[in-house]
């Protein structure tokens, strides 16, 4: 029984000698090993932290940052951007009288075209986006409405999607694809531009539709059921979303590329944004040559098929025009962000330059006792 | 067979009133089945239990239970916020890793179990009549069992037969508590005269016994034979599981108690859970973390309420339904985000901090139990950490209540002076030859060459090594519990301590007594006086009663103990010297028939025949193993026996003193319970007088010139601690009378000492013995005197009749036992008194002095008469020779009321009256007891245990604090078990502060229980306080180490992981939170959740163990040598209410930095949910780790690898996941989002400038901290950078300057010393006056007395200011003589 009345004592440390049963046991020494590890003597690099010491740290980054803070700013103050609001709310707007009659339900379209004047030619290759204000695509129920296998071209989740979809899972007893609340809000203004020349005649800007999505979207994430041919028929059991004027295989007729589930607009438009005041990549219009500017100043046109409402919600519709650099879009943030941290750490390395020679003597005069 | 029935009917009425357990033999009657067998099961679970029991313990955790709540949640379809599969993720993690860890334990518990319970042992079967090999599972209560040599009792067995001739059986009960010696058990009292083999076929007794109990030294029970007589059974007869059968051949008992019901197995209770302060506080602030949790989860939801409102009907596109298709109203949907943003916020709680506690406490625990410095050499043991929670309170401790003998001494005793019939022996030779050793000692620590220097000791070495060679293979010994650090060289001390795993107590130095040559000469005086009465047949009491007492004196010393002799060549073996067989007095008859012949002078020098052998043997039967003789055969017997005893003391041994067998003598060995009893018999040895044998009925001493007598041991009244004595009632060999040889505390033995009817001269003695008494204990000697009374045959035969009845009763035995002992040991006649120096254990002196200065009150609780303790107390530096004492012995409650209220006003007028109004009057003291530290003076309280009674009680305990915490050592003497874990419990709950009960004994257990932290001394003493303490340290001056350097460490490392983890969950969720603010409060997260649930647990989870597990804010080296550091952790420096509040404040910053400035880097992009709050989550992670790395103060490659391998784990699990599933994990769905990420340059950039921007506040405060206001923790960590300087200079200029407080107290307390008291007024009911008696200088060293007579009524209270030059035991000498010295005294009677 010796070993049962040990047990609480072996419990407690792994090396606790226990005799052994009955026999003789040599008692081994129960002395600790002396390893560095064991006695709590690894080499080891102690910081203290005072002014002295961190006064460095400072300078270096303040050095560093302010650097980095200009070019990011410059960069930033390079990019071209044109934003235009086309969403009608005043009424000497053109799309005012699209916006205030409207019903998702509606079947005749409306269009309006706003004119707007680039002062400034844009030279690289010209990314149109759409914008909207105060639409929360990042709503969590917003967010989960969608089947990610339906999408995937998983047959069976085309004929029974998944429940994250309700309720826009089936309509009049028909699964629909794609289902769910990102899908069936889809954005479906469709959005023209036209350079207006100096004499007065308009000049349709082509604009790419593809290549505007996330690779792996396109080519991995978003298959057709069945692959791309005959869609029409791989989407039979299936009715089209409730906003939807369109079945899905009618996306983009022309091109079996871009039609159904991988339509790039459709693509784009379920990657939900993270903030309520979002812009999407609607087209691309690529520069042609290298001594014309891909968009000359002067007057353009923009001819909209206006069928997004968004004055329910108070919300606001946008295109943009910009230019695109290394770091993204135009965003002079981060530029003024490294600019002022970097200014502040030399500005505290300052502070603690003085605190170091006013106060902290000790690690000088250490041994003379005061 | 007649009594079979009514014996059945007992049976089944013990089973129904379940007071009493009924043991038939097995060969008699089926096995008692319904007591539990012999297996034994210690594991918690079986195959099919495990995981529903183990789930149900671990619930009653309640923050699992809120995490499977919120799991559980995540179910509902309208709440979820996460799959719910993978909500349930964390939970089941948490629990199957302790789940595993239970089980892996479990496991090992199974496996011993499983060893255990196949052991072999002999079990009689009643089928082929004959002892056949059984498991040990197999062995049922009424089982007869046979044991040999070196066996293991396989459970709690009564014994019944022994080879061994004088009916006992050795055990060694190392395993059970610790104790080393060898012990002796009874064959019960019925089967004594069986001579051959136990026949368990002709056994046909029942056994009523007490129901299973863990006392491991009680049992109470009795047997009942055929013939209807009982016979009590006592501890004595049993042989509990665990033990080894030791020098005995062969044991044949009977199972009582089996498996689980064994005693040992009852007192085998698994490691103690405590709460610690630590943890107490951190629950506090895990509510605060709830209301902040709940607070937050009010406001999104009222948020999203608005948010909704603000649409009035108009449903947007992206408001989506509810499943059902159903329209919510904004206040339904407001509660369903209620629950769900709990569900999204549960990381604020967090869930694993508990686990990680727990891990970080168990490597605290391992490093702990690995420190070098911990480890005791010569003990070969170390500390052990018994509780594995409470590691960080040992940084927190406030008050330490220390025992005294064993604790701060070595419990290992050296015989120094004795008196004898009023004239002292002072040993002067002996205590030079004591003081040459401590020099030699010295000496050789340095230089380690081992000559020939010292030729007495160097025989003394030879001496023990020779026998040690012998016996080393066949002892087995896991604890050594003696140590010889004084004892001579290094080398010595070794060798002596692997020798004292064979002998208990018996260093060359305690055994080696350099007598005194007067009493030597007495001695051999006496000796020859003795010789020539008997040649001349003269009677014993014409000895010249001087001569007689020194006689006595030295046969008490021999014989009045428990002392166990053993040959040196095999340690283990009893010295068997019997010169003659007698049983003990079974029973009254028996007594009278013994005594009742007259013949009982010892001139009848009649040579009767000798047919006592014949005799007995006719007695002894095989079969008939309770004949019982007629009353005819037993009377001539016991005649016969008696002439024949006093024939054989006087005729039996050679006449002449045989040298040689002196020197035989000289070799054996005593193994003693307690370590005085074998440093007395050493002394008595030395005057050759020494004890040579011993059986349960007899003693034998070996007398200069006398040879060989036998004392028959008529009765042991044991020590214990309340009668504080011990008493032999022996038949007198040479006077042939009854006498009773009494040794004890000598406040007990001086009351008992018989007064009314003495000569001059034996209250001379008794005088002159209280003298001496007093001498002793200012030397710091343990004093124990001697007396003796000699009983006529009335008075015994009356006084045996009530012990018999006593002894056979099994209701209240002990009590009754008691009183009888107390009846007995009435009217002594006083021979002497012995001093016994009880060592300071090594650096206890510098420990108590560092653990001082670290902050820590330290409170001494003895059972120590008050002079002893006081003088240890000076010796280990507990009390200063220049500080006042004040001394508190009342013996009536007024009387205490009064001292402690006097006592108070003195110290209110002496060091308040100028200063401060901190102090505070006693009735409102328990409210303010919460600042800490409060005034200590540079006063000593010594206070004793009867007024300690009083003053523990209800109406005074206030008082007592008051007093007693403005003192800076207390000191409560004569104090009981109860006592001590009273003080410290009302310490703990007054004053509110951390207590630490340090002590090595059993009647330390209930103190160390009590305390918030119980420290035990692996000692002398047994393992009983190890059993029931939290560490077990092997000597008191690790405590030192344990407390400055690990309980610093551990509360510093374990606060600032609290903290942090705060922190980490609080930074993490408030991103959550702020993202509400742009999703309408719809609860949704832009982080993913993965990331979210797995945070915690893989990412950021092992740089805080490293760090929480081996961060050191200061290094070993500067903690011991300022103590001063210590305070950090008393005044919970670490971690206090606001640092969490400041923490949390950090965490909203940080989070702030962390959600905006990805916030304004992507505002107005096209960025999605998930590919925005990926940045985040690393960002996130890469300001928790950073914040950990500036708050980590060393930097070992551990953290360097730990910190690094987060982020390396961060990223490929992200790049992992990322890569994997195009369609799993809806609705995040991160395909490639990582990659993607890592291919921008914006994501660097936000990782470069988003931790620089949280941390820098932090950063620049700590830099500021360390620059403007240093803590002295973190100048001590400079202090190990910098250049070496003399700490006193920091404590001087800058710790004091924190500790304002302490230092102008310590400051004025001497400048107050300096002012002569003055006249005060009281509370108005009692004026005092206190009168300057000394000048100036002689103040310096004062003490003040306060002495209350004992009579009630109109009291004068007197205050006595003397100077101490001399030693201080002169003034409390002088106090025993208060008469004179009062006198001198100007003093003020007081009216009560």
Redesign the interface.
Known sequence: ?????????????????????????V?K??????TAF???R?????????????LP?FFV?GIF?IP?GIA?FVTSNNIKEFEIDYTGVDADSPCYSCAKDFSWNSTTSCTCSVDFKLEQPFESNVFM?Y?LSN???????????????Q??G?LSALTNP???C???RTSNGLPIAPCG?IA??LFNDTLELYYVDSNGTRKEIPLVKKGIA?W??KH??FRNPGGNDNLTVSFEGNSKPV?WRKAVYELDPTDSENNGFINEDFI?WM???????????YRIIQKKSSNTATLPSGNYVLEITYNYPVL??D?RKRMILSTIS????K?P??GI??LT?GS??FF?GVV?LI??HK??T??TS??I?? | MAAEVPRKKKKRKGRENKKTRTVLPNTLSEPNQRYANNQIKTTKYTLLSFLPKNLFEQFHRFANVYFVFIALLNFVPALNAFQPELALAPVLFILSVTAIKDLWEDFRRHRSDTEINHLDCLVYCREHRRYVERFWKEVLVGDFIRLRCNEVVPADVLLLSSSDPDRLCHIETATLDGETNLKQRQVVRSFYDLDCDFDPLKYNSVIECEKPNNDLNRFRGYIIHSNSRRDALYKVNLLLRGCTVRNTEEAVGIVIYAGHETKAMLNNNGPRYKRSKLERQMNLDVFWCVVILLVMCVFAAVGHGLWMFQYRGQRPVFEVLSPDGSDLSPITSSLYLFLTMIIVFQVLIPISLYVSLEIVKVCQVFFIHQDMDLYDEDLDSRLQCRALNITEDLGQMQFIFSDKTGTLTENKMVFRRCTVAGVEYSHDANARRLAMYQEIDSEEEECTSRGGTLPRRDSIGSHHSAPMHHSAPVVLRSHSTKSHRRTGSRAEAKRASILSKHTAFSSPMEKDVTPDPQLLEKVNDCGAQLDFLRLHGRPWSQLPSDLADIMDFFIALTICNTVVVSSPDQPRHKVRLRLELKSPVKTIEDFIKRFTPSRLTSGSNSSSSSSLATNRSSARGCSSILSSPSAESTLTKLEEEQQQSLNHAFSSTPPSYDRKLWQEGAKLRYEAESPDEAALVYAARAYKCSLVGRLPDQVTVELPQLGKLSFELLHTLGFDSTRKRMSVVVRHPLTDEITVYTKGADSVIMDLIRTEDTGKRRKKILFRTQNFLNLYAADGLRTLCIAKKTLNKEEYTYWLQRHLEAETSIQGREELLFESALRLETNLQLLGATGIEDRLQDGVPETIACLRQAGLQIWVLTGDKQETAVNIAYACKLLEPEEEILTLNANSQESCALLLEESLHYIQTKFLSSSSPFFQPPSSSSSSCHSLPFMVHRLGLVIDGRTLAYALDRSLEDTFLAVARSCRSVLCCRSTPLQKSMVVKLVRNKLKVMTLAIGDGANDVSMIQVADVGVGISGQEGMQAVMASDFALPRFRYLQKLLLVHGHWCYSRLANMILYFFYKNAMFVALIFWYQFYCGFSGSAMIDQWYLIFFNLMFSAFPQLVTGTLDKDVSSETLQRLPQLYRSGQNSEGYKPYMFWMNMLDAFYQSLVCFFIPYFAYADSDVDLFTWGTPITTLALLTILLHLGVETKTWTWMNWFSIIFSIFLFFSVALCYSATCPTCSSPSNPYWTMHRLLSEPLFYLLCLITPVVALLPRYFYRACQGALFASPAGLGAELKTGPVFEPHFLSLSELVKKDCKMSSDFSKAPANQDTAPQVKEGTGRTPLVVTPASTPLQVQTAGVQVTLPPAGGSQPVKYSRKSEEAEPWQSDHAAANEKQQLGAQASLPITV
Not at chain 1, 29 to 34: C, L, V
Not at chain 1, 136 to 149: L, M, P
């Open positions: 029984m010796m070993a049962s009345s040990y047990n609480a004592k072996e419990e407690d440390g792994p090396h606790s000698g226990t005799p052994g049963l009955g026999g003789a046991a008692t020494s129960k002395k600790p090993d002396n064991k006695q709590q690894l080499v080891a690099w102690q910081p203290i932290l005072t002014a002295g010491t961190v740290a980054i940052f980095i990011l986006y914008g639409f929360y695509q990042n709503h969590r129920r917003y967010v989960k409405s969608r089947d990610d296998s999408l995937y998983d998944s429940k994250e309700e309720p826009y609340a069936n809000s996330w792996t979207d991995v994430k906003n784009v990657r939900t944004a993270a903030l309520p005041t979002f812009r999407k990549l329910s919600f919300g290394w770091m993204g879009g965003n943030f981060l962000a490294y941290v502040i750490c505290l603690l605190i170091h106060y902290d000790r690690n250490a041994d006792p005061s």
